[in-house]
């Protein structure tokens, strides 16, 4: 309640729903709203039936997820500060319509992305860019739809904002007939089967192979040698995975966008503290662990070979410490980079930030390393153990299946502890390294 009703309320919803919008832009690129199972959509597609009369229940369905996402999150902050005095019914009232409308939004941007899978990355760069303009310069934000649900949560102009973010959503509404017959059916026949995949992996919580089906496939840079014999090892390997990385552009210049977007987060929970740093903290440590995805590539690799013989000629020690240099240097440059960047914009002390970051970024490391040495979940997760309250075994499961992603949060929010920040840290570091240790000790030879 106290960071809703600080002055970056309205900032945190403007960061919600830009990144809602541009998320979901480019998830369509990946698997769309219009999907059907791989038999209905090879035989219904290319039909002369209507694409609005085939793709009616997977629309309905995605335009309920969206509206239900955004329409919950508005409800809930807007009742909490209803029950507290701070607003009036009506404010209330208009603040959750406003989350409405930007349901409406977010599904049909969502269709717009399996669309356009080409023109989403601009799309999607280009919401960003609004957004991150309205927070810079409030004034700009006049022009932005992101940023309107955030003068409806100051309530400045709220009347206006809902009133633009209706008119915005009727007008992409009218257009989803025009997108749905932009659809090929090669398009929406491999969607359909990637779903289906998906639904799959994630019912028996196989994350890692799910997360497999979305990474795009190298193509630039495939006939430039990657390893130079005569190298030492380290740097060997260093450069190996450098390279690999910049044969997938796309996926590389998203890693490197969203560190350094991390580490502003994570720099700003340093010089807030409280509870809007922990807010910050939380939201910077989740973005860093998603964002090295694409530079920890060569962990995964080295964790997967630990099970094999050594086809490298080295230890398992040394081939996971050799893949482990190229993500934490550049991800530490990356870091350092946004604290200066943060330090300059809005005063934070470059010398208080940058440990304190640049820590959270070893654990987002070591979280990865966790993740790559997992393996498949342990047959003793999946007995029941009942209890007086019934089996706890399926959050035990979801919390094993999800274990990095919750450190690299915690972490997070530790970076915005203020005076305690090193003893969270610490903690957090323990965590991760206790886990990484039993799962090392634990790998296949």
């Given amino acids: 309640m106290a960071f809703l009703v600080s002055a970056s309320g309205p900032e945190v919803m403007t960061v919600v729903v830009t990144l809602s919008w541009a998320a979901l832009v480019m998830a369509g690129r990946f698997l769309g709203p219009a999907v059907l199972s791989p038999v ?11 694409r609005v009369r085939v793709f009616a229940r997977p629309l309905r369905r995605a335009l309920s997820i969206t509206v239900l996402v955004l329409l919950a999150t508005a409800a809930g902050c807007g009742t909490a500060l209803v029950v507290v005095g701070v607003w009036s019914l009506w404010h209330c009232a208009l ?81 989803v007939p025009v997108l749905l017959e932009r659809l090929t059916v090669d398009d929406v026949l491999q969607q359909s089967v990637r779903r289906e995949a998906t639904v799959d992996h994630a019912a028996v919580l196989q994350l890692g192979e799910l997360s497999a089906l979305y990474q795009v496939k190298p193509t630039a840079g495939r006939f430039r040698r990657a390893v130079r014999v005569g190298r030492p090892t ?7 995975d450098l390279i690999g990385a910049t044969r997938t552009p796309g996926r590389l210049l998203a890693a490197l966008a969203g560190t350094v977007g991390a580490g502003v987060l994570l720099a700003t929970a340093v010089a807030l503290s409280g509870e809007a740093g922990a807010v910050w903290g939380t939201a910077g440590g989740l973005m860093l662990f998603a964002a090295i995805g694409p530079l920890t590539d060569g962990i995964r690799h080295a964790a997967a070979a630990t099970s094999e013989r050594s086809i490298y000629g080295v230890s398992d020690g040394l081939l996971l410490l050799a893949h482990s240099t190229m993500p934490f240097a550049v991800m530490t440059a990356l870091l350092l980079l946004a604290v200066a960047v943060t330090s300059v914009a809005f005063g934070a002390p470059f010398v208080g930030c940058a440990p304190i970051v640049v820590a959270v970024g070893a654990i987002a490391i070591g979280t990865r390393i966790g993740n790559a040495l997992k393996g498949s979940m342990p047959l003793s997760l999946l007995a029941a153990v009942p209890t007086p309250f019934g089996d706890p075994m399926a959050i035990v499961r979801v919390a094993w299946a999800v274990d990095g992603l919750l450190l690299a949060g915690v972490a997070g929010a530790s970076a915005g502890a203020g005076a305690s920040a090193a003893v969270f840290l610490f903690g957090a570091a323990a965590m991760a390294a206790v886990v990484g240790f039993a799962r090392w000790r634990r790998r296949s030879h």
């Fill in 40 to 50: 209905l959509a090879f035989i219904t597609v290319g039909s002369d039936l209507p």
């Fill in 95 to 175: 603040f959750v319509t406003a989350g409405f409308l930007a349901g409406l939004i977010s599904a049909v941007l969502w269709l717009v992305g399996q669309a356009f899978p080409r023109g989403a990355v601009i799309i999607g760069v280009g919401l960003a860019a609004g957004g991150a303009a309205a927070l810079l310069w409030p004034a700009f934000g006049v022009v932005v739809p992101a940023a309107w649900v955030g003068l409806v949560f100051s309530d400045a102009d709220g009347w206006a904002a809902v009133v633009g973010l209706a008119a915005l959503a009727v007008v992409l509404i009218s257009i």
């Fill in 234 to 240: 380290l740097s060997t390997f260093f450069l190996a």
